[in-house]
């Protein structure tokens, strides 16, 4: 084997290990950034009745219709309803208001914003 040949190999396994290294530091960043995220935690969830910023308030004299119930269920599926034309968004405001009640949710979930008629 020749001197040339000897610095050919030498060259082409510098160039494999420094491959291996760049393919090893991109999968340690991916890592720490699914990492990351992960590690982040969840903004609480607004709850009716809760304290703090995202506290959902009802009037305490109002009391909830029945399409209202249960509860876990109109949270999820309202949408679907004032989309499907079955209420009106206005129809909610006889009883809502948007700054207390509707709104701290919407903005959780990056729905549209409630407002209120003049």
């Not at 290990?17 to 590690?39: P, T």
């Not at 269920?73 to 499907?84: D, G, K, R, S, T």
Request: charged share 15%.
């Amino acid at each position: 084997m020749t001197v040339g040949n000897q610095r050919m190999q030498i060259a082409e396994r510098r160039s494999e290990i420094r491959n291996r290294l760049i393919a090893l530091a991109v999968c340690l960043v991916v890592l720490a950034i699914v990492l990351l995220f992960a590690s982040q935690p969840t903004p609480p969830k607004p709850v009716k009745d809760g304290v703090g910023p995202l506290a959902v308030q009802m009037a305490p004299n109002i009391t909830a219709p029945t399409t209202h119930s249960p509860l876990e269920w109109w949270q999820a599926y309202h949408p679907n309803v004032v989309n499907n034309g079955d209420l009106r968004q206005q129809d909610c405001l006889y009883c809502h208001d948007p700054a207390k009640s509707c709104n701290n949710c919407h903005s959780y979930v990056g729905a549209k914003q409630v407002v209120s008629s003049p």
